[in-house]
């Protein structure tokens, strides 16, 4: 049961997009503050966040690393206390200057908009190391998952290999990517491209959105990654040629 509930708690992470961050006050000490960020997940389930040195938060952080990130699944309807939702605690500190440049690469591939963010405000990636993650699914599904539980098992493959795996599918199987996107999400577009390779899944970007495609199990080097979009692919192949037929 504890395996599950860090499964559905690391799936809701990496669905989701934008989070809110607490961070602890420098101007009203001793204070929580609240902000909302974009965010991205390493293959380890840290978080990753691209903030400006102007931003109250990161000035917070430089001060007292402690923070935590909270999102949820919203509910269209009803009572939103009946919908999951995690809080990830743990202490964030700047990404060090030889990792930094390939992992914003990573970044403004999933959020182009970002690339802009280069010549404004000092920007600057910070890493939040996980501590603890408090998960509830829902009434009476409630758990706090440990360090060792939610952190995934580091793949053989680097960031340098990701992004030739990332641009071998936009360039040679962008109808793969279309595919793809149709059966796990239901979503037709024109143009859709892959923008990051994690262990238990990968980005698809489509219509300004970005969607997490979980895969089957966790793939830990190039080859793994290479079959499991093959099944994918085949299986959305399956289904598109039988709704046609």
Not at 65 to 73: I, L
Not at 104 to 131: C, G, N, T
Not at 184 to 193: G, L, P, S
């Amino acid at each position: 049961m504890r395996e599950q509930a860090a499964f559905e708690a690391r799936t809701l992470v990496r669905q989701s997009h934008v989070c809110v961050i607490s961070t602890i006050s420098k101007n009203l000490q001793g204070y929580p503050f609240g902000s909302v960020s974009p965010f991205m997940t390493d293959n380890q389930g840290r978080l990753i966040f691209y903030i400006a040195g102007i931003a109250q938060h990161s000035r917070n952080l430089s001060e007292d690393s402690r923070m935590c990130a909270t999102v949820f699944d919203a509910a269209e309807q009803g009572d939103q206390n009946a919908h999951a939702r995690v809080t990830v605690v743990g202490d964030a500190a700047p990404v060090p200057k030889e990792e930094s440049e390939l992992l914003l690469a990573r970044y403004e591939r999933q959020y182009p908009e970002a690339i802009s963010y280069r010549q404004a405000h000092d920007f600057q990636l910070w890493r939040m190391e996980v501590k603890r993650v408090r998960y509830i699914g829902g009434f009476g599904h409630i758990f706090w998952i440990e360090q060792n539980e939610w952190q995934l098992e580091a793949p053989q493959f680097s960031l340098e290999d990701e992004a030739r795996m990332v641009e071998h599918m936009n360039e040679d199987h962008r109808d793969a990517n279309q595919l793809i996107l149709k059966l796990m999400h239901n979503i037709e577009a024109d143009d859709v491209v892959m923008t990051t390779l994690v262990s238990d899944g990968c980005y698809l970007r489509a219509n300004e959105k970005n969607y997490f495609i979980q895969f089957e199990t966790p793939c830990h080097d190039g080859m793994s990654v290479r079959k499991e979009l093959v099944r994918l692919t085949k299986a959305a192949r399956s289904q598109a040629e039988a709704v046609s037929a």
